[in-house]
């Protein structure tokens, strides 16, 4: 059932691309701002039963609907899985911005690409040049791969029904909005937000990181993934961009030169500088990642089968 649900959210995904901003990120947000909104006290302990409310309450009354709706036909959970999981994940949350970007730097046309940059990025691109526009554009689809599809893909897998893409995305959003709201009020009401994702995000991390090493030069995303991720700020996420730039043999992380200002940022990946060329292998990479993804789900299927 994983595969085929798997399978008809990639066709539904070509065939109606969603406005993942509009449906299901501001929507999710304005869930998230509620809940903080009435429970944030700036104490850790509020932010613990916000939290729970917040992302805990919606995975229960997933897994109820799902019960509900497997019980009186299979099919009907299957409709569920393809639904929530075309909400939660998938390719054309980055795919769109990633590709007219490379259209742009490969016309030499430095001005759009930094528009679609900072469009997709929400970051200042003033004055960025096409290395510095590719590399943060690999970056951005890595870490998008990860967290849109791969992740949550283990999670869906992981626990029955769609409670697992439910759990991650919302753990996602609540974190990111929560945090952005604590670096302004100085409180602890986001801890315990920021340390069960994660938790959530630990082994996803590591196999999204394993699965580009398996199908990109494995020797150097090995290595980049034991010397380089600490230096990052977000360790597990360094770990998978890591591991990413080492299978492609391409440089990430490292400085950018915004106008006048100088971004410090820990060196990723080994090889020769980002280009647009490189964002085309970045797309390779990603896509034999997704058929391993697929394989594997064959024959752990297949394996159900047979037991």
Same mark, same amino acid.
């Given at each position: 059932?994983?595969?085929?649900?798997?399978?008809?959210?990639?066709?539904?995904?070509?065939?109606?691309?969603?406005?993942?901003?509009?449906?299901?990120?501001?929507?999710?947000?304005?869930?998230?701002?509620?809940?903080e909104s009435r429970f944030?006290?700036?104490?850790?302990?509020?932010?613990?039963?916000?939290? *729970?409310?917040?992302?805990?309450?919606?995975?229960?009354?997933?897994?109820?609907?799902?019960?509900?709706?497997?019980?009186?036909?299979?099919?009907?959970?299957?409709?569920?899985?393809?639904?929530?999981?075309?909400?939660?994940?998938?390719?054309?949350?980055?795919?769109?911005?990633?590709?007219?970007?490379?259209?742009?730097?490969?016309?030499?046309?430095l001005e759009r690409a930094?528009?679609?940059?900072?469009?997709?990025?929400?970051?200042?691109?003033?004055?960025?040049?096409?290395?510095?526009?590719?590399?943060?554009?690999?970056?951005?689809?890595?870490?998008?791969?990860?967290?849109?599809?791969?992740?949550?893909?283990?999670?869906?897998?992981?626990?029955?029904?769609? *409670?697992?893409?439910?759990?991650?995305?919302?753990?996602?959003?609540v974190r990111e909005r929560?945090?952005?709201?604590?670096?302004?009020?100085?409180?602890?009401?986001?801890?315990?937000?920021?340390?069960?994702?994660?938790?959530?995000?630990?082994?996803?991390?590591?196999?999204?990181?394993?699965?580009?090493?398996?199908?990109?030069?494995?020797?150097?995303?090995?290595? *980049?993934?034991?010397?380089?991720?600490?230096?990052?700020?977000?360790?597990?996420?360094?770990?998978?961009?890591?591991?990413?730039?080492?299978?492609?043999?391409?440089?990430? !992380?490292?400085?950018?030169?915004? !106008?006048?200002?100088?971004?410090?940022?820990?060196?990723? !990946?080994?090889?020769?500088?980002?280009?647009?060329?490189?964002?085309?292998?970045?797309?390779?990479?990603?896509?034999?990642?997704?058929?391993?993804?697929?394989?594997?789900?064959?024959?752990?299927?297949?394996?159900?089968?047979?037991?």
């Amino acid at each position: 059932m994983s595969l085929l649900s798997l399978i008809a959210v990639f066709l539904i995904e070509q065939l109606q691309p969603l406005d993942y901003r509009r449906v299901v990120a501001e929507p999710l947000g304005a869930w998230a701002d509620f809940i903080e909104s009435r429970f944030n006290a700036g104490a850790y302990r509020h932010g613990v039963l916000a939290w *729970c409310l917040a992302v805990l309450v919606p995975v229960i009354l997933v897994a109820i609907a799902y019960g509900l709706l497997h019980a009186l036909n299979p099919l009907f959970g299957l409709a569920l899985n393809v639904a929530v999981l075309y909400l939660t994940m998938g390719f054309r949350q980055f795919s769109h911005h990633y590709t007219e970007i490379q259209l742009a730097l490969r016309n030499g046309d430095l001005e759009r690409a930094r528009q679609l940059l900072a469009e997709w990025q929400g970051v200042s691109t003033y004055n960025l040049g096409s290395e510095d526009i590719a590399r943060l554009s690999i970056e951005g689809a890595l870490a998008a791969s990860h967290r849109h599809v791969f992740a949550v893909l283990l999670w869906f897998v992981l626990l029955p029904g769609p *409670c697992g893409a439910v759990l991650y995305r919302l753990s996602s959003i609540v974190r990111e909005r929560w945090a952005k709201l604590d670096a302004v009020d100085r409180s602890d009401f986001s801890l315990f937000s920021a340390r069960v994702f994660g938790m959530i995000d630990w082994l996803p991390s590591r196999t999204t990181a394993s699965a580009f090493a398996i199908v990109g030069d494995f020797e150097d995303a090995a290595y *980049c993934w034991r010397t380089q991720p600490a230096q990052w700020p977000d360790r597990d996420l360094g770990i998978v961009l890591a591991a990413g730039a080492g299978a492609l043999g391409v440089q990430l !992380g490292r400085p950018v030169v915004d !106008g006048v200002e100088v971004s410090d940022r820990a060196e990723l !990946g080994l090889g020769d500088p980002a280009d647009v060329d490189f964002m085309q292998s970045a797309v390779g990479l990603v896509w034999r990642a997704t058929v391993l993804w697929m394989l594997l789900l064959f024959l752990l299927g297949l394996a159900t089968l047979v037991g």
